[in-house]
T-cell receptor, first 112, second 111 residues
Framework: DAMVIQNPRYQVTQFGKPVTLSCSQT?????MYWYQQKSSQAPKLLFH???????NEADTPDNFQSRRPNTSFCFLDIRSPGLGDAAMYLC???????????FGPGTRLLVL | GQNIDQPTEMTATEGAIVQINCTYQ??????LFWYQQHAGEAPTFLSY??LDGLEEKGRFSSFLSRSKGYSYLLLKELQMKDSASYLC????????????WGAGTKLIIKP
């Protein structure tokens, strides 16, 4: 089945220790998104790639970076995680920006 | 400004019908989505409206009125597994077609 996969599902890191979250998709979609979602809040878009074009949201902290080495994979790097970065990180894809977004299962990040 | 409003929490009884409302203010409306999100899981797509009217999909229906900036999600024959948060999101062409999200309505189903 075509799908969006995120690894790991749960990630524990230490304050200030870099961490990378990964997302892969078999849908062959052009657009990949990274969202941060905290409990009982709306998902917050961090950035997205349209093919190789990177689009950063204006209020995304510099601490967050992303890489998309090919169509299938996208990574979220958090260079120096703080306690406030503990959240669910959601990867989503869509064929085109105007089309429906489909989400992976998410990675829950805990910062100690 | 851009804003999505939906109730924080609703309670309904198994087997009943519930309507979850969403009002929005966006500058470049280009479609409205409803997603279901179970606790600790990712959102899953439920429905999409871009024209006024009702879209029906099994037990779930979604309605849109663009002139009123209003949508609702109607869930019929409620089941315990419908306990989840329901997120309303509006696609905004003035924001590169990104989704503007509501905070979600937590639906609690009681036996």
């Amino acid at each position: 089945d075509a799908m969006v996969i995120q690894n790991p599902r749960y990630q524990v890191t230490q304050f200030g220790k870099p961490v990378t979250l990964s997302c892969s998709q078999t849908l062959n979609h052009n657009v990949m998104y990274w969202y941060q979602q905290k409990s009982s809040q709306a998902p917050k878009l961090l950035f997205h790639y349209y093919d190789k074009d990177f689009n950063n949201e204006a209020d995304t902290p510099d601490n967050f970076q992303s890489r998309r080495p090919n169509t299938s994979f996208c990574f979220l790097d958090i260079r120096s995680p703080g306690l406030g970065d503990a959240a669910m990180y959601l990867c989503a894809t869509s064929r085109e920006p105007k089309e429906t977004q489909y989400f992976g299962p998410g990675t829950r990040l805990l910062v100690l | 400004g851009q804003n999505i409003d939906q109730p924080t929490e609703m309670t309904a009884t198994e087997g009943a019908i519930v309507q979850i409302n969403c009002t929005y203010q966006t500058s470049g409306f280009n479609g409205l989505f409803w997603y279901q999100q179970h606790a600790g899981e990712a959102p899953t797509f439920l429905s999409y409206n871009v024209l006024d009217g009702l879209e029906e999909k099994g037990r779930f229906s979604s309605f849109l009125s663009r002139s009123k900036g209003y949508s609702y999600l109607l869930l019929k024959e409620l089941q315990m597994k419908d306990s989840a948060s329901y997120l309303c999101a509006v696609r905004d062409k003035d924001s590169n077609y990104q989704l503007i999200w509501g905070a979600g309505t937590k639906l609690i189903i009681k036996p």
